[in-house]
């Protein structure tokens, strides 16, 4: 048990959201498959968190490799 | 716009020039562990970006995490471990050092070995299969993996690997300036291990009707037997492309990557690696990488329930079948005939009549393609 628990400590944190918000998910959530609030607000944060780490994708291709590239799709027949 | 890499980096780990040189003279002074077919590729895979974000075998915390959460430590969803296992006391010897990686005694990368680590194959198969039964292919392959040992580390390549369908293989960064050169915003990705049928016509042109375009990716390598071979697989696109897809829809390109029959794990395996290769779309088909009845027909769509950060939009297509009364290929959501009008495809069927030699009905496979089948008769499967 103290392991499992040790384990839970190490995987997750707590964050702070009003109590009001707090019954609103509670009761948005009953009946659907989301388990408890947590798991919700989890959720929904994966899902904002990741359209917001689309702006700041690198291009990993230089001006260089790029023409390569084209230039290589094009003797393939891709172009 | 092509759909950002997976963890926002596509992973670059390809030595060229003068790197690799270093790198390949390096290699001859250090240990050297021999690959699988498999393991090599996956190297390959990771290298070039296919796996982002991911620079080498998993390590014990992302190993971890996969099999408990299907994501990495930090967070990214990841479904399918990509590991690296080595017999014990040489795991033990080498932790912390670099090796050489060989393919059928060739060279072609470094490997630092960041961790090493007991893993339990049963404990593995269960998670990701949903089953230890060993007559399931997926897990026949990991419990015949002979080491006791994972390694995790970064790998860096300096040699490529071979590929029989060179003319077919692109990577990540190249299908990515070539959906930017075709002006393509929206692309649905189709992930195969067949030779197509009239079902797999109707759900790729579907998906087409409302992308810009298609990214056709069968997967080659190894397949579990009966399953058809890679060139009976490629041949087969040939003949279906060049006859029924407008040129300018598609791109063909072959991906060199274990078939693991996972289900519902690997159908977001697929979508994850499609997304590298600049995919918006991933088409889900009915039981997508599943195999002899292990899961439920529609089992894959569940699972993307799991994965609100995909960053890639699963398309779900219903099982398609030909209908005499609507008289064409339908689906059950568009066709309100009953059962005695449908004449449902079978790859089974399919197989059967190829394998006496004769044409498949038109209603299952397009005449072309099962001609060219019928020419390789004698290699058509594994």
């Known amino acids: 048990m103290e392991g499992v628990e040790r384990e839970r400590r190490n995987r997750y944190t707590t964050v702070s959201i009003p109590v009001p918000l ?58 | ?85 080595v017999e014990q006391p040489l795991a033990r010897e080498l932790l912390g050092s670099d090796v050489a990686l060989s393919l059928n005694g060739v060279r072609f990368a470094i490997m630092n070995i960041e961790d090493a680590y007991v893993w339990d194959k049963k404990e593995m198969a269960a998670k990701v299969f949903g089953t230890a039964d060993p007559s399931h292919p997926g897990v026949q392959l990991v419990m015949s993996s002979k080491g006791q040992v994972l390694v995790g580390g970064k790998v860096e390549q300096f040699v490529e690997l ?58 080659v390598g190894w397949k579990k037997p009966g399953d058809f071979r890679d060139e009976a697989i490629v041949t087969a696109y040939e003949a279906l492309l060049n006859n029924y897809f407008p040129r300018q829809s598609y791109v063909f390109s072959v991906l060199r990557m274990p078939m693991r029959y996972a289900g519902p794990r690997e159908a977001v395996h697929h979508a994850i690696v499609r997304k590298n290769f600049g995919a918006t779309h991933m088409i889900v088909g009915r039981d997508h990488a599943g195999v002899e009845g292990f899961y439920g027909p529609y089992d894959a769509w569940k699972e993307f329930e799991k994965y609100p950060d995909l960053g890639i939009t699963p398309l779900f297509l219903r099982e398609a079948f030909y209908c005499s009364k609507c008289g064409g290929i339908v689906n059950e959501k568009i066709c309100p005939h009953d059962e005695s009008y449908r004449v449902r495809i079978s790859g089974t069927e399919i197989r059967k009549a190829l394998l006496r030699g004769e044409v498949p009905p038109p209603t299952m496979m397009r005449p072309e393609v099962a001609r060219v089948l019928l020419s390789m008769r004698d290699k058509l499967f594994v």
Not at chain 1, 29 to 46: E, P
Not at chain 1, 49 to 71: G, H, N, T
Not at chain 2, 34 to 56: C, F, K, M, R, T
Not at chain 2, 172 to 187: A, D, M, S
Request: cysteine-free; overall charge negative.
């Open chain 1, 22 to 79: 707090y019954e609103r998910i509670k009761s948005l959530i009953a009946g659907t498959g989301f388990t408890s609030v947590s798991q919700f607000v989890t959720y929904v944060l994966r899902d904002i968190v990741s359209e917001m780490e689309k702006q700041k994708v690198q291009d990993a291709v230089s001006e260089e490799e790029r023409k390569e590239i084209v230039e290589k799709l094009r003797r393939l027949g891709y172009l």
């Open chain 2, 1 to 85: 716009m092509a759909a950002p890499p997976h963890g926002g980096r596509l992973v670059n780990r390809v030595a060229r020039g003068a790197r690799a040189e270093r790198l390949a003279g390096e290699a001859n002074d250090v240990p050297t562990i021999e690959l699988s077919e498999v393991q090599a590729y996956d190297v390959a895979n990771i290298a070039h970006g296919v796996y982002s974000p991911l620079e080498g075998f998993l390590t014990e915390n992302d190993y971890v995490s996969v099999l408990k959460e299907g994501r990495l430590s930090n967070d990214l969803p990841w479904t399918i471990p990509v590991v690296l296992d």
């Open chain 2, 162 to 219: 071979p590929e029989p369908f060179e003319r077919y293989r692109l990577w990540p960064k190249e299908t990515r300036v070539l959906f930017e050169q075709l002006g393509w915003r929206t692309i649905a990705a189709f992930q195969t291990r067949n030779a197509p049928h009239m079902g797999h016509e109707y759900i790729m042109k579907s998906a087409l009707s409302f992308v810009d375009g298609l990214l056709i990716n069968p997967l």
